[in-house]
């Protein structure tokens, strides 16, 4: 793997976002469009650990729906190192 290709595997990313819906708390990931079965995997393992953090409960009895998002192309995000 070049360093050039390097650097841009490193900057994919994923994100995960927590707000109020109509019916509840919804979690929303924001993923890249060419995704992968395994990175796929790795954003439902995150998403799935903090929905039991914020349940408080291993059998996910809350109320919190789950969305994957795949228009990550329009995300601006910022460096504010």
Request: glycine share 8%.
């Amino acid at each position: 793997m070049t360093k050039e290709s390097t650097t841009e595997h490193n900057k994919r990313h994923a994100s995960l976002k927590l707000t109020s819906g109509p019916s509840g708390q919804v979690l929303t990931a924001r993923v890249p469009s060419d995704i992968t079965d395994e990175n796929f995997a790795q954003v439902g393992s995150a998403a799935l650990g903090l929905i039991r953090r914020l349940t408080g409960c291993n059998c996910l009895s809350g109320r919190i729906s789950f969305v994957v998002e795949d228009n990550f192309a329009e995300v601006i995000q910022v460096n504010l190192k």
